[in-house]
């Protein structure tokens, strides 16, 4: 009786061991969809190669390039995202990632969506997509997002706003941006902004040229006002002396070198900001328009960025928030990128403009079609320095005086300022 008992348990084990066998088996995962191992034939390669030779200007709206400047990129950052075949299959090559990424960025489309015209599965995607933007980044930085770092660099950035602007000793036009976001796990509150969605914040100076100089990125959206400028490096070696702007005796009327805020930035010896809209003598009110009209470069830089790279319309669903951040230093390394690459990125109607006859700003093609980004809550400043008060008086008697424009005060009496 015990030698039959023994004999059909061992039986049962063995077909316990068989049936957990043939399970595992069925169980065991396909390392990728049959449509997608022949990418060739179902991604958008093909369709690509198509464009590229017969419709250029549609594979320049595809990946918001053409395909010149695409190899240029590509053979910039192929040594970067390149992967070695395996013995299981063919990796992903640089060109796919690279069009895939450019694809995420135009479009804002979720991974699940890129991945039937990519042939890419969005497990894939989603480490595909921040390493090819953190390699555009790494790439492109030195040359496209180089910060001033000479008096001789700063005096070209001022030059040019005073060419283009009539606003003389600018380092640039500030500005800043909440970027929405998919808040990621375990986060609470922290990205939750004053306009009741997720965001991380975008601070960015751009220069006469409509290019970024500096950007800072990932600071939670919870810091809504101007106030978050005091936590970057930028403000750090500001107040440190370490930007080594040019000193008094070396700008025109020796007065402070200068950057231009809005209402939601403090008022600094470095920093002006337009005067408060209630009761505003004239002479303020030509200061906040020659202000206004020089900070349009800003803007305008990010109307233009935001129509080109429609991933900034959509709430950014990246669990790392480093990841994220990548993105966002991409888009704005590929602006200054295809800005000075080619005109076709930035025509001349990208931007608001001024009317050559009348100097009235007409609005650029997209601005009523287009969802702005959202700008940064106005900041109430206490205890502002006397210094930084009397540099922005000499400004506005700068304005006023020998600096004036002949139709400033026409805008003025229009309304327009």
Sequence with gaps: MYKIKQHKLKVALCMAVQINFINNKRKRSIW???????????????????????????????????????????????????????????????????????????????????????????????????????AIYQVLKETYLKFPKTKDDWCQVASDFKNQWQFINCGGALDGKHIRIVPPPHSGAQYYNYKNFYSIVLLALVNANYEFIYIDVAKNGRHSDGGILEYTEFYDKLTKGQLHLPN????????????????????????????????LSLENRVFNYRLSRARNVVENTFDLLAARFRVLHTAIHITDPQNITYVVLAICALHNFLIRRTTSYAPPRSFNHEDLATHELQMSEWRNSSTELTSLRTSTQKNVTINAKS??????????????????????????A
């Design 248 to 279: 008094n005796d070396e700008t025109e009327k020796h007065l402070n070198y200068v950057f231009l805020g809005d209402e939601a930035f403090s008022l600094h010896e470095n920093f002006l900001k337009p005067y408060p809209q209630r009761d």
């Design 32 to 134: 990728v969809k049959k449509w997608m191992e022949d990418r060739n034939k179902y991604g958008h390669m093909p369709l690509l190669k198509e464009l590229r030779q017969d419709y250029p200007s549609d594979f320049k709206n595809y990946l918001r390039m053409d395909f010149d400047t695409f190899n240029i990129l590509l053979e910039l950052i192929s040594p970067i995202i390149s992967k070695q075949n395996t013995k299981m299959r063919e990796s992903i090559s640089a060109e796919e990632r690279l069009a895939a990424t450019l694809r995420y960025l135009a479009t804002g489309r979720s991974y699940e969506d890129l991945k039937f015209s990519t042939g890419i599965s969005p497990s894939s995607l989603c480490y595909i997509i921040p390493e090819t933007c953190k």
């Design 391 to 416: 540099n922005r008086e000499k400004y506005k008697q700068y304005f006023n005086l020998e600096g004036k424009v002949p139709w400033q005060l026409d805008m003025i009496k229009k309304g327009k």
